[in-house]
């Protein structure tokens, strides 16, 4: 079955706002087997709506639209939807009833702008939004599926797992499914991965393909199977994945939407061990990563963020002499700066980063890019030198990348 894409309003097409929405729908819909052979955002007008209407009924078996549905003058998709498939609008008194229990359970009430939400289109299959104020609307129109949901993510996304593709996977039961794992690498270039498991590749049978997603520093292996038995796709993932690890294993950090933060949480929490950070060219980056996550606290102890040299020298005991005879960015600070902040935190383990982010402030010797990142630990302090580019964002996010691999390789290593 071939799907389509369709999201209403002005904020998207001057963008102001993100088009998040389409991204979730053709992952859910790719999940399940459904081809999405488009995506389209239009303005909030009659015409924009019915045009796009007619070019996604014209190419697809059903189309999912989200936007245009509050209870302002300017929502007016379930006006046109109406006029589209030929019904009328009608109050809908269950929808009505919904959204005045809502309102009076937080001491409010539902007025006349509220009403409006609940006036439907008589021919649509209402879908309860149990997370937000607009329902969803199921249409079948010449053959074909419409469904209209609220723009706004989490009430869309609401709709979507727990409505839509249920209805529609019911509706399919021969559809092909599919599956997916995502294995999730870093210390290697995908050119060098690719070369490394191509034996695996080349033999992989043609329902099931491999696909390269790289980053800064990392890259996800994602292993797709299609069919219609679970239990024989959830096999075969399994078996192929073994295959890679068996022989990249050492640079697998994880799997699915984990990132390199997270799994150095898992495996410091699992051996109880306990982490600090000192940066300078970073600006606190890592431990931003860090405590991004949930239960974070249950490693990391905190962060000296020590940009000026005369703060590397107060807070971290960083001598002076080092400074003159090496400079900040050198192996001799950053090392100095992985032991220091690890005693004075009391952690098993640090994380110290000192370099020329950019754009400005190389030189000859030390060129923009260059950034020394040092893991202190139980058995000593490590340290490596980055040369990446000029690009100041990119080069702190990969410093960040790096020096949080460097830790993982370390504790796996133990």
Not at 201 to 218: F, K, R
């Amino acid at each position: 079955m071939k799907a389509y894409i369709l999201t209403i309003g002005d904020e998207i097409l001057i963008g102001q706002v993100t088009d998040t929405n389409a991204t979730f729908m053709a992952e859910a819909l790719n999940v399940e087997g459904f081809e999405t052979v488009e995506h389209l955002s239009v303005a909030d007008t009659r015409d924009g709506i019915r045009d796009g209407l007619d070019r996604a009924l014209a190419v697809a078996d059903v189309v999912l639209m989200t936007g245009g549905l509050g209870p302002t003058k300017d929502d007016i998709t379930k006006k046109v939807l109406a006029e589209y498939v030929g019904t009328e609008l009608v109050f809908h008194q269950e929808t009505w009833e919904r959204l005045a229990k809502l309102y009076a359970r937080f001491g409010g009430e539902a007025g006349p702008q509220h009403r409006v939400q609940c006036d439907l289109p008589a021919a649509a299959t209402v879908i309860a939004n149990k997370v937000g104020t607009a329902p969803g609307m199921w249409l079948e129109h010449e053959g074909k599926i419409i469904v209209s949901m609220p723009g706004v993510p989490y009430e869309m996304q609401y709709l979507v797992e727990n409505e839509v593709i249920p209805r529609l996977v019911a509706g399919n039961v021969s559809q092909n499914r599919q599956r997916s794992l995502t294995i999730l690498t870093a210390g290697i270039g995908e050119s060098t991965l690719a070369e490394t498991i191509e034996e695996v590749e080349d033999a992989l049978p043609h329902h099931v393909s491999l696909a390269y997603l790289p980053n800064l520093g990392t890259v996800r292996l994602r292993l797709t199977t299609r069919g219609t038995d679970e239990a024989a796709m959830q096999a075969e993932l399994k078996k192929y994945k073994e295959e890679i690890e068996a022989i990249i294993g050492e640079y697998v950090y994880g799997y699915g939407k984990e990132d390199l933060a997270l799994a150095v949480q898992r495996r410091m929490q699992k051996k109880h061990l306990t982490l600090s950070t000192a940066e300078s060219c970073t600006g606190g980056a890592i431990a931003g990563m860090i405590t991004g996550h949930p239960g974070s606290s249950g490693h990391f102890r905190g962060s000296v963020v020590a940009y000026d040299n005369e703060v590397k020298n107060i807070l971290l005991g960083v001598p002076e002499e080092l400074f003159v005879q090496h400079g900040a960015v050198s192996k001799q600070v950053v090392e100095a700066m992985a032991k220091n902040v690890r005693l004075a935190l009391k952690t098993d383990y640090s994380i110290a980063t000192s370099g020329v982010a950019g754009p400005g402030g190389g030189t000859e010797e030390k060129p923009v890019g260059t950034i020394w990142i040092a893991v202190a630990g139980p058995d000593g302090v490590r340290s490596r030198l980055l040369s990446s580019g000029k690009d100041r964002k990119r080069n702190i996010t990969f410093t960040v990348y790096q020096a949080l691999n460097m830790l993982r390789l370390q504790l796996d290593n133990e």
